[in-house]
């Protein structure tokens, strides 16, 4: 049965992933974008992808364009595996309701 | 970890919404800046169309055209900077492919139908860029195709209706539901594209 998943339940980061998931698998997001799309501020943001990145859910990739610094998210395979599996834990709960 | 009912509920909504936003954020992306260009581009080349005069019709047109490129050029590689799609060198082909056909039957469409006014002209180009519009928005699976009905049908409209003005009704009218309609896209949908 599928489990749910505490780190992917907060409903900043549920956000996040569900952003991340919709596209296809190695597009990436700039943080800005993802920041716009979300409404929340840098800060905010900032520390929420910190703690999915720690889990292994996100993939951070900070380089450079025409010399400015830009940081691009994307879901992983495991982010991708464990948030399908909430979704599939959160429709379970529904289902016996 | 205890979820009721109610929360789950929440929490796919919150997830449906947030992919319905990303998948429309990520089409009006390109569309919105398009429409705005090629609507700003028509009011004033139509408009022109419609009062001036032959050689000062095509310089307008050529000007508005090079302008109106390069501005959604420069959008379009600031908007592409903010989502990097792992597979755009194969999109890219595609979409290259669909238009050099598109344009290729079009061409063939014209010496068929050998349109007699530059009226019917205008007209049959229209419609088949508003169907290029169209296709591209399936071959990429954007959301963003339904702005193409709305432009075509005003600009039938203005076809059979209004035969005398119709080139200001393409300008006004439907350069300027163009315009309306990518800054309604823009709003909704397009705002972290150019923050």
Known sequence: ?????????????????????????????????????LDVTDGNLGAHLRKLEESGYIAVNKTFVERKPRTYVSATEAGRKVFKEHVAALEAILKSK | MNVSPTEAEEALAAIQTMAQKTRHSIASGSAYISLIITGIVWLIGFTATQFLTAPLIVWIWIVTSIV??????????????????????????????????????????????????????????????????????????FSATWWTVPVAAVALIGYFLAPDWFYLWMGVLVGGTMIILGLYIRVRWGKSWLS
Do not use: C
């Open chain 1, 1 to 37: 049965m599928a489990e749910l998943n505490e780190i992917i339940h907060q409903p900043v980061r549920l956000r996040i992933m569900a952003t991340l998931v919709t596209l296809e698998p190695n597009d990436e997001v700039d943080f800005i974008y993802l920041r716009d799309l």
């Open chain 2, 68 to 141: 109106g490129s390069a501005i959604a050029t420069i959008i379009g590689i600031r908007a592409g900077k903010r989502v990097r799609i792992a597979s755009s060198a194969v999109t890219g082909k595609r979409i290259v492919t669909f238009w050099v056909l598109l344009f290729l039957f079009a061409s063939a469409i014209v010496a068929v139908a050998h349109p007699t006014d530059g009226k019917q002209i205008t007209l049959l180009i229209i419609l088949l860029a508003m169907i290029g519009q169209m296709g591209m928005g399936l071959l990429l699976s």
